[in-house]
């Protein structure tokens, strides 16, 4: 053996180690990658083709879930939205705080600037940061104070994201307008805008009043301002060319989110999308009506998805897709006929929007708040199914831990850090989860208890089952996915023991 085969063979063994020792490196560096949240509306763990929906096509969601973890037990904090996105911003579940309910669009501010929130998490570690999309978390001092024609704060900048491009609160409540930063998008000075909840600010004419004048009419409520032809839940007069046109809402906070990742595509960024689909009123753009047999709420499902590959693809475009983290998932369970007549009821034709769940929007009983959960990251993510325990009051901490940006004890009252479990390393997430709709129902593995108490055991409106009984219940989730057989009879031991924990949580600091 000569030494220049001697040699060679000591470069590449050499080259190797190199190799190797980077490869350690990169991976055992704090984790950076670009984070894209995409917050649906009301979309049920059945509505995605990657869940078993099987007439509405999601090319660019299974595709996510094609390269990334697809969770099976996955949850909203509560099962309507305003507590869902309170919890996810704070890290604390919503029942703690008064004033979290279902907000009008009116609504003060309810989130504290003086306390952390996942955007100054990642604004802490250096994130250029922004949200597009629902906001319904309140904007302003609150009614009759909020400056609709003037500088609006507190907001989302006050919350640690730098850029906001939002809706106030829902498309079917006024003020049916964007906001951008701190200020409405498209006001004319000479036609200001006025908003109550409480009685008409003009002699216009109303959904309820006026129905001659709908091109979607109302099947309970909404019935109040019209503005392009549906009535919504409250009074709005004035800034007539500044409202949104609600066939375009999905391209515009689409094209908003691009123009987000491209201004920012050379730096670390955090963006929260929330889409406003598949709420209501669901007035897809024409290019997506009659995609799905189900009318348009199948038809605004189909246009989710393409919001959702208008980012992909700009990530994709911009070489960002490696190393970016998107995560997709919903503020609540499903829910059918939320407030208008757009024949998503009589057009299900066999689909079932909450898959093998009872329940839905409104309910404590599973589909409330059991919804899809995707995540992606190519870089560390390997594609597989996770059947971990997950909850979104859970992303404060978890993006916290994962940018090992540190916080004291008791920064997340309820929210654990689950990084592993996120990323699909580990079949191990939380071992109890507090369900909030109207009352609690507590998890704990395969067992859901809910306690016994008064309550209509359906919502009237939305004809959804809300899991109110005046008897304890309790359901081995694993044999009984559908809440059939209420078992608690049969384990009072069980019911008791999960009955004093909910009631130890609820009346402790944290979960």
């Given at each position: 053996m ?14 190797l180690a ?21 917050y ?5 763990w ?12 999601t090319?660019?969601l299974?595709?996510l879930a094609?390269e ?7 949850h ?16 604390m ?18 989130l504290?600037?003086?306390?952390p929130?996942?955007?100054s ?14 906001w ?43 906001v951008?930063?701190?200020?409405v998008?498209?006001?004319d000075p000479?036609d ?14 109303t ?5 001659e ?15 392009h ?13 500044a ?5 375009e809402?999905?391209d515009?906070?689409?094209r908003?989110a ?19 689909d ?7 753009h ?7 047999p ?12 393409d919001c959702v590959g208008?980012?992909l693809a ?20 499903p829910v059918?006929?939320?407030g208008?007549?757009?024949?998503a ?9 909450a898959?093998?769940?009872r329940?839905?929007k ?21 594609p ?6 997950m909850?979104h009051?859970?992303?404060t ?7 090992e ?25 939380r ?5 909030q709709?109207?009352g609690?129902a ?19 409106p939305?004809?959804?089952?809300l ?8 359901y081995?989730?694993?044999?009984d ?16 023991a ?13 979960g």
């Open positions: 000569n030494a220049s085969y001697i040699s060679r063979r000591c470069f590449w063994i050499f080259g190199i190799v190797l020792v980077l490869a350690w490196t990169a991976r055992s560096a704090p984790a950076r990658p670009n984070v894209v949240l995409i649906a509306d009301d979309v049920g059945g509505d995605l083709g990657c869940y078993g929906a099987r007439t509405i096509p090319p660019h299974d595709r094609r990334g973890v697809r969770f099976t037990d996955a909203a904090p509560a099962a309507t939205c305003t507590p869902s996105r309170f919890a996810l911003l704070s890290g579940y919503a029942w703690r705080q008064k004033g979290t309910g279902v907000l009008p669009g009116d609504a003060a501010l309810i504290d600037p003086a306390k929130t996942l955007a998490v990642f604004q802490r570690a250096g994130y250029r940061t922004g949200v597009v999309g629902k319904h978390l309140g904007l302003g001092p609150g009614p009759g104070k909020t400056d609709w024609n003037g500088e609006i704060k507190p907001g989302p900048l006050e919350l640690g994201f730098e850029h906001a491009f939002l809706m106030p609160a829902t498309g079917d409540r006024v003020p049916c307008v964007y951008q930063d701190r200020r998008v498209g006001l000479l200001p805008i006025r908003v109550s909840f409480k009685e008409p600010l003009t002699n216009e004419p959904g309820r009043a006026n129905p004048f709908l091109k979607m009419h109302p099947s309970h409520g909404h019935d109040m301002t019209i503005v032809g549906i009535s919504r839940i409250g009074y709005m007069s004035g800034g007539r060319a409202r949104w046109k609600d066939e809402m999905s515009d906070f689409a908003a691009v123009k987000f990742i491209e201004r920012h595509q050379a730096q670390p960024f955090f963006l929260y999308l929330a889409p406003h598949i709420h209501v009123p669901r007035v897809p024409p290019r997506f009506v009659g995609k799905t189900h009318g348009p709420r199948g038809d605004a499902m189909v246009e989710l998805d208008q980012v700009a990530l994709d475009r911009f070489g960002l897709a490696r190393d970016t983290l998107v995560v997709f998932s919903s503020d609540n369970g059918v006929d939320d208008y007549r757009d024949d009821v009589t057009r299900l034709a066999g689909h079932r929007p898959g093998p769940w329940g839905g409104y309910s404590r009983f599973e589909a409330g708040t059991r919804v899809p959960m995707l995540v992606r990251w190519p870089a560390r993510v390997k597989s199914v996770s059947d971990a325990l909850c009051v859970d992303f901490a978890t993006f916290a831990a994962l940018l940006q540190a916080f004291p004890t008791g920064t997340w009252v309820d929210g654990e850090a689950h990084v592993p479990a996120l990323l699909g390393e580990s079949p191990v997430g071992d109890h989860l507090v369900e709709a109207g609690l507590l998890r704990e593995g395969r067992w859901k208890f809910i306690p016994g108490g008064s309550g209509p055991k359906r919502n009237e939305t004809d959804t089952e899991g109110n009984d005046a008897n304890p219940q309790l081995d989730l694993q044999s996915p559908g809440e059939v057989d209420n078992v608690a009879p049969r384990n009072p031991e069980r019911v008791e999960m009955r004093k924990r909910l009631e130890t949580i609820r009346n402790r600091g944290g």
